[in-house]
């Protein structure tokens, strides 16, 4: 079963504007991880959060993390057409070392409109 | 310098047709991954090797066998393809996750695009 589901699972908005990603999980995590993908390419780490951390900053990107509500939040502030792009949210399930994985989400549509 | 290469990025074959996707990592991972998307974007693991050695098989069909030459490189090869088996298979590598350390990070490749027919 999933770990992670992003909300929305659609956002268009303006240039210039800030983009709100949610993502709530089921289990106890050690940390969560944003990716970011291209139309057509793979996916590319963004930044993570640990689960001692309840915000974190790296450029344009913030993000927080609830343990209590079991969620987390990217924000992409004064977004560009160039973030145009999917964005999920991955956290990692099993015990740490080889037999760890990471779970993704759905997935959340940015589409930034010049 | 490309990080995590897949070959090839396109790939279309008929039902029924065995087929390889080949990967290579050059960023010194000891663990790389085969993952399935489907067209719904949704991202599922499949495979996971560190050092050669198999770690996670998530239910895959056995039509589906990984290949791990050396700790740079991931093989996938697909015996008796099926409409199914459509999709983007993305490969990745990563230092063993660990609590902390520097595994929590993956390196995807480019994906190669699969169309059975």
């Known amino acids: 079963s999933q770990q992670g589901e992003e909300d929305p699972q659609a956002l268009s908005i303006q240039e210039g504007e800030n983009a709100t990603m949610n993502c709530s999980y089921k289990t106890s995590i050690n940390n969560l991880q944003w990716y970011r993908q291209n139309s057509g390419r793979g996916l590319v780490h963004l930044i993570l959060?640990?689960?001692?951390?309840r915000e974190k900053h790296s450029g344009r990107l913030r993000v927080t993390l609830d343990t209590s509500k079991k969620s987390s939040s990217l924000l992409i502030t004064a977004s560009r057409a160039a973030d145009t792009a999917s964005y999920f949210c991955?956290?990692?399930?099993?015990?740490?070392?080889?037999?760890?994985?990471?779970?993704f989400g759905k997935g959340i549509t940015l589409s930034v409109r010049p | 310098d490309t990080a995590v290469s897949q070959t090839p990025k396109y790939l279309v074959t008929q039902m029924g047709n065995d087929k390889s996707i080949k990967c290579e990592q050059n960023?010194?991972?000891?663990?790389m991954y085969w993952y399935k998307q489907d067209s719904k974007k949704f991202l599922k693991i499949m495979f996971s090797y560190n050092n050669k050695e198999l770690i996670i098989n998530e239910t895959v069909p056995n039509r589906f066998s990984p290949k791990s030459p050396d700790k740079a490189h991931l093989n996938l090869h697909i015996n008796s393809l099926e409409l199914g088996d459509s999709a983007v298979y993305f490969c990745?590598?990563?230092?063993?996750?660990?609590?902390?350390?520097?595994?929590?990070?993956?390196?995807f490749g480019p994906g190669t695009r699969l169309t059975v027919l």
């Open positions: 960023l010194g991972h000891d663990t």
């Open positions: 959060i640990r689960s001692n951390e």
């Open positions: 991955a956290t990692p399930i099993g015990n740490t070392g080889a037999n760890s994985k990471l779970t």
């Open positions: 990745a590598s990563s230092h063993i996750l660990t609590s902390g350390g520097r595994g929590d990070t993956q390196y």
